[in-house]
């Protein structure tokens, strides 16, 4: 079992950066791969992912955020990042972090994003 614990989150004006930080309680390393994921609260929206590092640190991003958020990972704190910056109201939702292991995903309680206008 992975204890995933998100941190970072806050209200921020539109243009403005924010960070995310998670930290797992096992090594990233092992895991095939660590994401970012978002969900707005509204009816009906779904959980997106966004940012997405393997283990061999091919990163993607979701179109909605290319060029303006980065994932990174810190290996000997066992912590990945989410780095965004030009913050858009539209980012408002609240941010998972997720653990792949095989056919297991973890997943962090989340941490809330909102960006006024």
């Known amino acids: 079992q992975v204890q995933l614990v998100e941190s970072g989150g806050g209200l921020v004006q539109a243009g403005g950066s924010l960070r995310l930080s998670c930290a797992a309680s096992?090594?990233?390393?092992?895991?095939?791969?660590m994401a970012w994921y978002r969900q707005a609260q509204a009816p009906g929206k779904q959980r997106v992912l966004i940012?997405?590092?393997?283990?061999?640190?091919?990163?993607s991003y979701a179109d909605s955020v290319k060029g303006r958020f980065t994932i990174s990972r810190d290996i000997r704190e066992n912590t990945v990042h989410l780095q965004m910056n030009s913050l858009k109201p539209e980012d408002t939702a609240v941010y998972f972090c997720?653990?792949?292991?095989?056919?297991?995903?973890?997943w962090g309680q989340g941490t809330q994003v909102t960006v006024s206008s």
């Open positions: 997720n653990a792949e292991s095989g056919v297991r995903d973890y």
């Open positions: 096992a090594s990233i390393f092992t895991m095939d791969a």
């Open positions: 940012a997405r590092m393997t283990r061999g640190t091919s990163t």
